[in-house]
């Protein structure tokens, strides 16, 4: 690699005043993409007019495909879904490696939500399967009740690997995959938490294929203490994330990440957002003034050395 190049897609406020994206800018060394005017639009669920809105300006402004490998930073987790936008720019066969708190497995409804874009992204021919790192959310209590696409995980496209998850009744098929098994009639997850983590990024880094890799990076899925997010939270750990990628990266080419996770009030102008936002999102409280910032500036900086450092 020759480099990497560093996207700032302004969707929410929260990102161009943090000291380590903002030197970037100022310095030339990221580009800021101004999209404020499309986020009630596109805030957990993507209209289709707002979404070919954006798509036309990262393309003015910043490629995503071609040049070097690119770093995308575009706020809340209520974003998560327009990775499935950075993707459909890539070039395959890819396999995506999705660090989150969440699986964002639900395949119903069938639109480009936060809940459900990596249905949307197995959808795209150039995907050929999504590893999905770290949940530890209740989206592991009855995932049948919840449209969790277990088929994919059945094909062997989709693999999940949460950090907590307790067996849950299965009604249908059994599973048997990487990360789950079935016994009794019960879903298993074969938690990280249970398993060192060193053992873990060996085994995943032996079993997968050499296809080209893109990292979809959800802050939501560490502690408290390395991210402040409007979402609950997980408990990985950032140097144990980035050092999941350098070590894939040694057999197989980065094509790049996208990173979300930054806080910013969950505010919604209509009611069908706020609904589809009441039904998954915790009540919490707003973290103190400057806090989030500054936790997340010194996470964002660490990433930005970790990928600069692969280049």
């Known amino acids: 690699m020759t480099g990497t190049r560093c996207l700032v897609l302004d969707l929410d406020g929260s990102l161009p005043g943090q000291p380590a994206l903002r030197r970037r800018l100022e310095a030339g060394a990221a580009t800021l993409v101004p999209a404020t005017d499309l986020a009630a639009r596109l805030r957990i669920l993507a209209d289709p007019a707002a979404l070919a809105a954006l798509r036309q300006r990262i393309a003015v402004a910043f490629p995503v495909a ?3 490998p ?3 930073f575009y706020g809340s987790g209520d974003f998560h879904h327009l990775a499935a936008l950075f993707l459909g720019a890539l070039p395959g066969p890819l396999t995506v490696l999705h660090i989150d708190n969440h699986p964002d497995w639900t395949r119903f409804p069938a639109t480009l939500n936060c809940g459900a874009w990596v249905c949307r992204a197995l959808e795209l021919p150039q995907v050929q399967r999504v590893i999905t790192i770290g949940p530890a959310s209740d989206d592991f209590v009855r995932p049948e009740w919840k449209f969790a696409n277990l088929a994919a995980i059945r094909q062997g496209r989709l693999e999940v690997h949460p950090f907590r998850a307790a067996p849950s009744r299965l009604w249908g098929r059994a599973v048997e995959a990487p990360g789950c098994h079935t016994e009794a009639g019960r879903l298993v997850w074969h938690e990280l938490a249970a398993t060192p983590w060193s053992a873990f990024v060996r085994a995943l880094d032996a079993r997968l294929p050499a296809t080209p890799f893109w990292v979809s990076f959800d802050k939501d899925a560490l502690t408290a203490e390395e991210a402040v997010t ?26 790049g990440m996208d990173v979300c996770g930054d806080y910013s009030p969950p505010v919604f102008p209509d009611p069908l957002r706020a609904m589809l936002s ?7 409280p707003r973290p103190p003034p400057g806090h989030a910032a500054a936790v997340n500036d010194r996470t964002n900086a660490r990433i930005l050395d970790a990928v600069e450092g692969w280049a």
Do not use: F, T, Y
């Open 66 to 68: 071609g040049g070097p």
């Open 70 to 72: 690119p770093v995308v």
């Open 230 to 255: 409007n979402w609950d939270q997980g408990a990985l750990r950032l140097d144990d994330v980035l050092a999941l990628v350098a070590r894939l990266g040694r057999r197989r080419r980065w094509l």
């Open 278 to 284: 009441a039904i998954d999102r915790p009540g919490l």
